[in-house]
């Protein structure tokens, strides 16, 4: 409830910064840009919260045929435990004996724990104005519980390092009618799409920790909090492929990939941004 | 749309899903661990990666997509050699791209290669089509600006590109250069191979008049590109 006071009595402040955006071309650029961000960036104006907030109830929330709630899902930390799960995902699971990522493991949580259909759930995966995302809200509230926190993708596990290798080929394929793959825009330092700073996620460092340290966000430009699956999803959508199968291992390895080069680097999620 | 609407929904339904689910993962696995040792054979050959081991993964990460978009997950043999070798072929390769992906060019057949600025620019200006959000009849773009600087008065300009600011009047407006431009846009992976730049033409993504309009507008002395 102190997110969503908080959240409203700033509504007005966001609208100003997204008009304050049209007006950025006119300015000097690479300043007004990083002042536009750091704008932005304030986590007691996110919406996000709201998601957070609505994710802590779904957690507890008994549904399924079983009619019981996630609370003893386990995200790799041991069942129930939420502190610091996010930094450590992708990663292998023996139970599944495969590689996944929160938004899978959740998939698999629900259809195992709690018989829950999770067809409807994979149906509104991504938010719209006028639906909300039972995963994204999960996602706001579990990611948040490793807010603060670093990654550590040790990749201890056979299964983990196939899927960082199969991840690092799927960031250098080219395809589709442009040629092109994930390095096309991401594997040059400091350069733009537009005005848009593209991170190098070719190696550890800065642009892959604080990428990847802050998602989940909330999309100014979309008004909806989004995860990694739909980053990944609109990517492949500019590279002009179909849609990618949300929760499907191609995505997991390229997260696991992209979550490497990011370890050690610091999370501060739900952030916000463009 | 209540969260436990669907809660009651057959169950064998769902066992199935997750069997399939299972199923899938458990053939990535045994595909992965298979492949795991020609990608070290390879990288230790070559310095490259080996991409077959995704294509397991991209036939499972669009299976659901529709026959008329399967298509695009075949890569020809330039993409596949590019994603192999990320970009920096070694001689050998390259040559071959750059025969092969010469013999796509085709110019015009009345030799003219400068279209009209103005609608250059739009195609320079835009970055739709081909994309699944874009509606079948969406003109398609060249997204010019996305990666290279053009006309001055434009400031929002990627940098992946060269800057293009003046390309015309730095090459004193010569037909020979316009067009080396329009082969260059139709396809530069004639002249640069795995060059990040699409292949416009070569892939029917840009019409002919389109590839001239772009040439018009950084070659045509009253384009802003040259102001």
């Known amino acids: 409830m102190t997110h969503r006071v908080r959240v409203f009595s700033l509504a007005a402040t966001l609208v100003l910064l997204v008009f304050g955006a049209a007006g950025l071309h006119a300015g000097d650029t690479e300043d007004e840009i990083q002042r536009y961000r750091e704008m932005i960036n304030d986590p007691m104006a996110n919406p996000a919260f709201l998601n957070v907030d609505r994710g802590e109830a779904l957690w507890k929330l008994a549904r399924g045929e079983k009619n019981v709630s996630l609370e003893t899902c386990d995200l790799g930390k041991g069942p129930g435990i939420l502190d610091g799960a996010y930094a450590e995902l992708p990663r292998y699971f023996a139970d599944s004996d495969s590689v996944m990522d929160l938004e899978q493991r959740l998939l698999w949580c629900m259809t195992t724990i709690q018989a829950l259909d999770t067809k409807e759930i994979v149906a509104r995966k991504f938010s719209t104005p006028g639906t909300t995302s039972d995963m994204e809200d999960l996602v706001a509230y579990i990611a948040n519980k490793s807010s603060g926190m670093t990654f550590h993708i040790p990749l201890d596990d056979v299964q983990e390092q196939n899927a960082y290798a199969v991840g690092e080929e799927l960031f250098y394929r080219r395809g589709s009618l442009l040629d092109f793959s994930c390095a096309t825009c991401h594997s040059a330092d400091s350069a733009r799409i537009r005005t848009t700073q593209l991170p190098n996620l070719t190696k550890p460092g800065k642009d892959a920790t604080e990428t990847m340290g802050s998602w989940p966000t909330y999309r100014v430009s979309q008004s909806q909090m989004r995860t990694m699956q739909n980053r990944l999803w609109d990517c492949y959508r500019q590279m002009r492929m179909p849609p990618p199968e949300y929760g499907s291992a191609g995505l997991t390895a390229l997260m696991i990939y992209l979550a490497k080069q990011a370890d050690g680097g610091t999370l501060n999620v739900p952030s916000i941004k463009r | ?227």
Not at chain 2, 87 to 108: C, G, H, Y
Not at chain 2, 181 to 200: D, E, G, H, L
Not at chain 2, 208 to 218: C, P, S
Request: overall charge negative; proline content about 5%.
């Open chain 2, 1 to 227: 749309m209540s969260p436990q609407s669907s809660a009651n929904r057959g169950s064998p339904m769902r066992t199935l899903t997750l069997c399939a689910a299972l199923f899938i993962a458990g053939a990535m696995n045994a595909v992965a661990h298979d492949t795991g040792e020609h990608h070290d054979e390879g990288a230790q050959r070559s310095g490259a990666g080996d991409p077959s081991i995704t294509e397991p993964y991209v036939q499972e990460m669009w299976r659901n997509a529709e026959a008329t978009w399967k298509v695009r997950l075949k890569q020809d043999e330039t993409q596949a050699s590019c994603s192999r070798f990320r970009n920096a072929p070694p001689d050998d390769v390259a040559e071959k791209i750059l025969a092969r992906e010469a013999s796509t060019v085709v110019l015009p057949k009345d030799g003219q290669v400068l279209g009209k600025w103005q609608d250059g620019e739009k195609v320079a200006q835009s970055g739709r089509g081909g994309q699944f959000s874009d509606n079948a009849d969406t003109v398609n773009g060249g997204n010019c600006y996305a990666c290279h600087q053009m006309a001055k008065s434009e400031l929002s300009f990627g940098t992946l590109g060269p800057s293009l600011s003046e390309y015309g009047k730095l090459r004193n407006f010569s037909a020979e250069a316009a067009r080396d431009t329009f082969a260059k846009i139709y396809n530069p992976q004639a002249t640069v191979a795995c060059s990040n730049m699409p292949r416009f033409g070569a892939h029917a993504f840009l019409t002919e008049q389109q590839i001239k309009d772009v040439v018009a507008y950084l070659f045509d002395p009253d384009s802003p590109v040259n102001k």
